[in-house]
């Protein structure tokens, strides 16, 4: 596994662009997803998001659909920005970055462990937004 910080080096040391299908693994700490140049996407369900808290830079797009989860998440990336997926424990992500990875065009970042591993860590989360784009705040 990677941490994510180096993982974000070695893409962007590369000389040549990551191949589409480009999935890391990454155990980050709460700051380096929270200071990474990474468009952060939350996967979890709102009442999810509720229940345990977010990352306060994470956008929130439940992962219920592929097609419409990639429509949704186009107006967001940037070109060339790593996408890093987070859920509860990581088996959502893991599968999320396996379909959507093909239909992008930057690398994908599945955060292993995801939320619960973080509270574990000692993250305290932020509540979620409407700003983020939670539907029920």
Not at 5 to 24: G, H
Request: aromatic residues 6%; hydrophobic residues 45%; glycine residues 6%.
């Amino acid at each position: 596994m990677f941490k994510l910080l180096p993982a974000l080096a070695l893409l962007i040391l590369t000389s040549s662009p990551a191949p589409a299908q480009q999935i890391f693994t990454a155990q980050p700490s709460a700051q380096e997803l929270t200071d990474a140049p990474v468009l952060l996407v939350d996967i979890r369900q709102p009442h999810e998001w509720v229940q345990t808290g977010v990352l306060p830079n994470a956008l929130l797009l439940p992962f219920d659909n592929p097609d419409q989860f990639l429509d949704a998440l186009q107006p967001h990336l940037e070109p060339g920005q790593p996408v890093a997926l987070i859920c509860r424990t990581g088996n959502r992500t893991a599968r999320a970055a396996q379909i959507i990875a093909p239909e992008l065009s930057v690398p994908v970042i599945d955060v292993a462990g995801g939320m619960f591993r973080l509270l574990h860590a000692g993250y305290t989360p932020a509540a979620p937004t409407a700003a983020q784009g939670c539907t029920i705040c």
